[in-house]
DNA sequence: ATGAAAGCGCTAACAC
DNA sequence: GTGTTAGCGCTTTCAT
């Protein structure tokens, strides 16, 4: 019942011309086609509304003009800007981004990876969440593309966009120092990832330089290692750790966390139990999403340009795409300290 | 330099068999093929760690698996939850699915819906901001699988699976009716999309019913059409609509918006000009996004399942590209008030 | 300037 | 039970 599809023969056909000179049409090749016959395909592909099947030409060319991306979440909105970016940088450049999230599990990264390979995609994006990250360099001495992002695979020495944890760590610890805070708690997820190692180690080295060495009393880490629904999780996460941080009589009058939204819950949980924000005590978040600038007290937090990140991952790897020999580029996004309303100022006189 | 890609031909050399049995113990059809072959094939197929091409495999079968998606926008977190449950229910089916943002431009629309069928999806799940609904209907006279969803198209015959906003414009206004609220202020961007009339005159209808019917002065409509940032231009926008809800001294002691984002702007303009909430002015939001649990006041609000639907419509499409003759299904997901805090009960005596 | 034809990797009908 | 082969739609080399 269903018509078939039109292909390149039929408007062949129509235009009473062989496939080749459709072809060449078709791509717009410098290739000289008598203009006659140029117009007599054009309206004939036109007439048939022909589309060129894809498979057909990447099975030829070897290039499926598709890239990859892996990410561990789609839900949170931090990632939601991160791909924003990478589809328009792809798009604008002609390729097409295929977005998969691996939830948080290193199998499913796995089997995505191997899902892309069968797609022949030229290259991957991938932000992973293996600690074992022997598996993605075997990949790369494989003949794929790979550009790391967001979460740093120590060491890794090929192209990868990341964010300079380390250095936002101390940004937060300094800016909480120069607002006059001696006491400040740390409130965490565990540290399994790379990232949230960096942020402590530059927020203990930061407070250390300061004089204020950081005690490990103020450390408060959850136990939840599994985030399935991941926005609302870490949500509820925030909570969980501000009530640890409440019940342990914490004298901190300023809290560092992971996330924005991670802050998100810790307040909610504070202001519940009567602590004010920032009146009793500061939070400073981290990724500036968009709904920092929203929230109540608007959210002081460390900025990742995550769009920003997108964009400039997949421009590395159309690059890469485009020259497999040029010299691997490492870029380190820096962070920045965006100041709003949930950390007080001890400084200065209170408003 | 870099290595050729493994074929089927060169596990077939490499366990001495033809590339026919290879391609049967690949797909593991039920044909007989001897168990020592089989194992032959199995090993060397995994020495050569070979992943079969699925260009070629789709070309030949006609089949892509690939399912292609259509949305306005993926930064508004009811978006990134479509997603989340599109891509759960099209995985574990086996389908892939090909993420695709309009970012409310109805002719980037059309273009992805040509760079889909160039990829041979086997269906496609549409969020449509084409006013003009023709052209999809006549996409779905040639041989695509459609399934419409979020946004409904007036008369659409064919699969949908599609949100009562309607109803759930009636739902708010009875609900603040019921709160004791008799002058309401609906706010909103402009009536541009079906669902925002739907949801106008679903509100209207309730009123009138109730006696109090709406009146005009009380409609704030802002000028902005274009989201291109659509999570913080929609903020921005709910900002400007408090803006003129405050000059022009509106008496409305409830305010009705079109969804989350916007009611967080309005609430905090709001605030921002004295006027607290819950306490002077109500706000009724619409989505229940994940933040508006996190937001204070937590913010009451019309629940617009979006993981669901967005699985839902996966499903649906799923059924009908395995049955592409069965009736059409036409699902309308029903709308649910959340009771939160950003809502004053105006019959109760106040805490 | 145009066309004929090979072949990309795979599946499935057919031959043995 | 296994192998041979045609052909999916396309690009591109090579003749003409």
Known sequence: MSKKRVTITDVAKKAGVSIATVSRVINDTDYHVNDELRERVAAAAKELQYMPNFFGRSLKSGKSRDIGVILPSMVNPFYSEVIAGVEKECRSAGYNPIICTSSNKPDKEKELIRLLQGKCVEGMLISTINDDSDFIRKIIGADTNIVIFDQPIPDFSGDSVTFDFYQAGMLSAQYLVNSGHTCIAFLSAPFERFSRRAVYSGFCDALSKSGDAF??????????????????????????LAKMFLKAHCPATAIVTINDITAFGIIQELVRGGCRVPEDVSVIGFDNINFSAMFSPALTTISQPSFEMGTMAARVLIERIKDRNKNSTQILMKPAIVERESVKKLTEPSK
């Open 215 to 240: 005690q490990k009393k103020n450390l408060f880490i959850s136990k939840v290692k599994d985030f399935k629904k991941v926005g609302i999780d870490e949500f509820e996460n925030g909570r969980r």
